[in-house]
Antibody, heavy 119, light 107 residues
């Protein structure tokens, strides 16, 4: 069965960077885009960007341009999302999600990773 | 970017009720719309894609309709497990934005 398993919670200081991992199993990793979505406590879903694990191509929401980097390691079927210059407003749960082949809706999601930014 | 207006933001209903949630786009997106359900402390789950196609395993009391700019999620006979927050998402054009969410609570 398709599974996306994310790394554990992180606590970071303002100005630092965080790198969240998302390990895929149960399907061919390179055949489906991975998207990243975040959710601040009590708030809605915010789409951050996508990555094609086959080519490494990425697309980022303008809000995160220059601060976010999405990468992958195909040998271990793992996608990564790194966010730099963290500020308190980046405190949120970060989700990876698989985009359905040929379409872009998100059919499988990771369990989420809480990133807390606090001095 | 495409702007989305999801309404209502809060919906109070009882078990057995029929409810509808609306999602309106700032421009036409054909049928490139998905609906997700999220329960507290959990990741969202896909309910409907292509505006009206039910994801495998989703109960038939859920249905979606619409195309272009106006879309609707309907739950025909609310069950206790349906009380959650619902989000629409357009995947017609980058960035693939979400609606603001509708919290469905027990009346």
């Amino acid at each position: 069965q398709v599974q996306l398993v994310q790394s554990g919670a992180e606590v970071k200081k303002p100005g630092a960077s965080v790198k969240v991992s998302c390990k895929a199993s149960g399907y061919t990793f390179t055949s489906y885009d991975i998207n990243w979505v975040r959710q601040a406590t009590g708030q809605g879903l915010e789409w951050m960007g996508w990555m094609n694990p086959n080519s490494g191509n990425t697309g980022y929401a303008q809000k995160f341009q220059g601060r976010v980097t999405m990468t992958r390691n195909t040998s271990i079927s793992t996608a990564y999302m790194e966010l730099s210059s963290l500020r308190s407003e980046d405190t949120a749960v970060y989700y990876c999600a698989r985009a359905h082949y040929g379409d872009l809706f998100l059919d499988y999601w990771g369990q989420g990773t809480l990133v807390t930014v606090s001095s | 970017a495409i702007w989305m207006t999801q309404s209502p933001s809060l919906l109070s209903a009882s078990t057995g009720d029929r409810v509808t949630i609306s999602c309106r786009m700032s421009q036409g997106i054909s049928s490139y719309l998905a609906w997700y359900q999220q329960k507290p402390g959990k990741a969202p789950e896909l309910l409907i894609y292509a505006a009206s196609t039910l994801q495998s395993g989703v109960p038939s009391r859920f249905s979606g309709s619409g195309s272009g700019t106006d879309f609707t999620l309907t739950i025909s006979c609310l069950q206790s497990e349906d009380f959650a927050t619902y989000y629409c998402q357009q995947y017609y054009s980058f960035p693939y934005t979400f609606g603001q969410g509708t919290k469905l609570e027990i009346k």
